[in-house]
């Protein structure tokens, strides 16, 4: 049993920055692999940025140098700082899980949180 919630969204400048945060919730379950996606309108959902619970991350080229994944294994979080910000970062970002409950694997996803990035 766990649920992802996602929270940071919003509008703002080019160049600016937004951190999203992603909070884990629930019992009996462990994460291996948390990530970040994104659904522009029209388009299909892509991957963003993953970190482990080693806290290995990797990032789509578009984003690297940009946008930095990390995670509080202590309070179930995983957060997305996204710095200078660009209009082709607006989008759904969505908050996914790679986890374990009753020792069978899910992919739980967020209900996802809109960032715009216009003058």
């Known amino acids: 049993q766990v649920q992802l919630v996602e929270s940071g969204g919003g509008l703002v400048q080019p160049g600016g920055s937004l951190r999203l945060s992603c909070a884990a919730s629930?019992?009996?379950?462990?994460?291996?692999?948390m990530a970040w996606y994104r659904q522009a309108p029209g388009k299909e959902r892509e991957l963003v940025a993953t970190?482990?619970?080693?806290?290995?991350?990797n990032y789509r080229d578009s984003v690297k140098g940009r946008f930095t994944i990390s995670r509080d294994s202590a309070k179930n979080t995983v957060y997305l700082q996204m710095n200078s910000l660009k209009p082709e970062d607006t989008a759904v970002y969505f908050c996914?899980?790679?986890?374990?409950?009753?020792?069978?694997?899910?992919?739980?996803w967020g209900q996802g949180t809109q960032v715009t990035v216009s003058s």
């Open positions: 970190i482990t619970s080693g806290g290995s991350t």
């Open positions: 629930g019992s009996g379950f462990s994460i291996n692999v």
């Open positions: 996914n899980a790679n986890a374990l409950w009753r020792g069978l694997p899910y992919n739980v």
